[in-house]
């Protein structure tokens, strides 16, 4: 096993006593009306405690009353430049207090928000800006890249807000479009209405996900991630919501502090981000933890089960509104649990036949209320994914094939066994493979191009490429594709092949890819830090070689990367080293100067237990 994480190490967990929450039924059904919608909500909880906290974010905070004022008057100002109930509106804003504010001012417009996260590169940003339509964005940038025409506002835009503006969403209504990767090289836009997102958190506070009285809910996802919406709508249920800007959200040090800065009581994050948090908690009190995004690892679930931890594992695609079965990490596992209320899951064989016996594998259908609308503009697609359900009579039923493969083990626990296609998912983004091949080649001199996962290291999993052409060099090839893709779609490493091994019927034969060219194994290490510090660069970035001068992100680091670079070091020095020593070096020389100056300073103090937080009463 490799040492970049070693969680069994750590000292046993401990925890407050609270009662177990009702485990949904199988196939439960919504009882009595629908949900109220999310705007109801928020009025309801502005009226009723104004001045409790609303937001927090690095650049200050809101009471429920500023809030409701700010998001009053945006909304106004949007329905003065022209948006109208139905419209799309894009949000191209950082993660500053102007975000929620866009976000629900968006929605009292009477439109559906579209993110444009200002960190995708700008040809991806104009493409999805143009293939939504907009009515207008709002952006804190005078020009962002999108289409000409297309309205710009300020998020401190304000108009006077009338009471004939007041939305009142029909449970039909489009709520937001968010892009996911695309099997055609093309990104889709998912479409989710606004009942689709009241049944969700109405669904997990029936599940008991969500406590009944006031919680601090941070927000870490990325707002053109699904999971986003679980975490920053908690605000419409009264809830503190602390906006986790993109230093904290890199640096485990910085994120733990900020958590007991603002005693945040529940944290939604990937198994794989939990492992580099882990340490940083030890002695802290632990939130109530929301794990999606990826499976839970079989050592997680079992370190959370066995010291008390207070958590949950979500699951559910994109297209069923982010979450649509839960479990409470505790017992046997992993597994994914149970419905939320008003889900039907169905697992079925390539026939549309149930699968019944405990072990068999079959496919994972959704259906119910929180299906999405389906692809915006694209009604083939959503065709092929959204079908009629033929296990209800309910007229123009459908339900949603995830494409994910599952079973009921012996003791009947629903377990996630892996995809029938050549979707993944990296760090908690869902990525088609093929997107990736289609951007590759699609560039000059790539005759034909393929990629796969690879795993260099355990739970180190990259996008690895492969290409063929006459006269291709891989770093230019990376280079163009930071130019047109998110950096979650771009390969760790390009491997040049003469030809692509193909299977007998003449497809490319993914299994038959060497090793990438770029992941040799390292020499052994030498015994100095520097040479240590070498070495952790070749192991975490899979290279053969490093040089004093190269560039971290040159190489193909990325953040969870550079977390691992940083847990490795501290464990192999036992120096007190932070994220900010790698992302504020220049190369290789002044990161190593950086842990040398660690190392002097002393050894790293010895961490306490895990302990859970204590909602606080209001």
Known sequence: MSDLIEIEEYPAMTTFAEPTATTPATTPANAGAAPADLLARLRAAAATHPARTAVH????????AALDRRTAALAAALRARGVRRGDKVG????????????????WRA?????????????????????????????????APPVPAGVPVLRPDAASEPREADAFVPDPLDSAYVIYTSGSTGRPKGVEVPHGAVA????????????????????????????????QWIRICRGDTLVVVDDARRADPARLAALLAEHAVTDLDLTPSHWQLLREQLTGAAVPRLFMGGEPVPGRTWRELADGGIDAFNLYGPTECTVDAITARITGPGPHLGEPLAGVRVHLLDERLRPVTGAGEVGELYLAGPGLAHGYAGQPGLTAGRFVADPFTTAPGARMYRTGDQARRSAEGLLEYVGRVDRQVKLRGFRIELGEVEHALAALDGVTAAAVTVHEPAPGDTRLAAYVTGPAVAPAELLAELRRTLPAHLVP?????????????????????????????????????????VA???????????????????????????????????????????????????????????????????????ARPALTARRPAVR
């Open 57 to 64: 974010a690095a650049d200050g905070s809101l009471d429920f």
């Open 91 to 106: 949000v191209h804003l950082a993660r500053t207090l102007d975000l929620p504010v866009a976000l629900l001012a968006v």
């Open 110 to 142: 009477g439109a559906a928000y579209v993110p444009l996260d200002p960190a995708y590169p700008a040809e991806r940003i104009s493409f999805m800006a143009a293939d939504a339509r907009l009515a207008a964005v709002v952006s804190a940038e005078a």
């Open 199 to 230: 049944d969700l958190a109405a669904g997990l506070e029936q599940a008991g996900a969500y406590r009944p009285e006031p919680s601090v809910v941070a927000w870490n996802a990325s707002v053109s991630f699904d999971a986003s919406v679980q």
């Open 492 to 532: 760790a490493t390009v491997t040049v092949l003469e030809a692509m091994p193909l299977t007998p019927n003449g497809k490319v034969d993914h299994r038959a890819l060497p090793v990438p060219a770029a992941e040799a194994a390292p020499e052994a290490a030498g015994g100095g830090v520097a040479e240590q």
């Open 535 to 605: 070495e952790v660069w070749r192991t975490v970035l899979g290279v053969p070689e490093v040089l004093p001068e190269d560039d971290f992100l040159s190489l193909g680091g990325h953040s969870l990367a550079a977390l691992r670079v940083v847990h490795l070091l501290r464990r192999k020095l036992n120096v007190e080293l932070q994220l900010r020593h790698l992302l504020d070096a220049a190369d290789l020389a002044a990161f190593t100067e950086a842990v040398l100056r660690a190392a002097a300073a002393g050894p790293a103090a």
